[in-house]
Nanobody, 126 residues
């Protein structure tokens, strides 16, 4: 099973990007999905989370008010819309599938994720 995050790139401060998470060998629609990021020299941190049905979402403090998370289960894709990007958002962004959605309250904890994507680099710079 493999997840793939895509859509990263170079964007100016204040700009927007939409990241996509897809999977092979796994149906994303059956899983709650988390987006995480890791900047150089920093720990991986939770950015956003969405339940399998899309009715429960959570955001990390840095993402609140700027990022939205959504999913299209018909396309088996989860999206992270990032607006008003700041240089501090520069990081490799990963999507991951939570192994048991009953742990949704602990969505930030990496140990609750069974499958991880390879990541996509987001660089915010002028």
């Amino acid at each position: 099973f493999q997840l793939q995050a895509s859509g990263g790139g170079l964007v100016q401060p204040g700009g927007s990007l939409r990241l996509s998470c897809t999977a092979s060998g796994l149906t994303l629609g059956d899983r709650a999905i988390g987006w995480f990021r890791q900047a150089p020299g920093k720990e991986r941190e939770g950015v956003a989370y969405i339940s399998s049905g899309g009715d429960f979402t959570r955001f990390g403090d840095s993402a609140k008010g700027r990022f939205t998370i959504s999913r299209d289960n018909a396309k088996d894709t989860v999206y992270l819309q990032m607006n008003n990007l700041e240089p501090e958002d520069t990081a490799v962004y990963y999507c991951a599938a939570q192994y048991d959605e009953r742990w949704r309250s602990y969505w930030r904890l990496l140990k609750h994720y069974l499958y991880w994507g390879q990541g996509t680099l987001v660089t915010v710079s002028s």
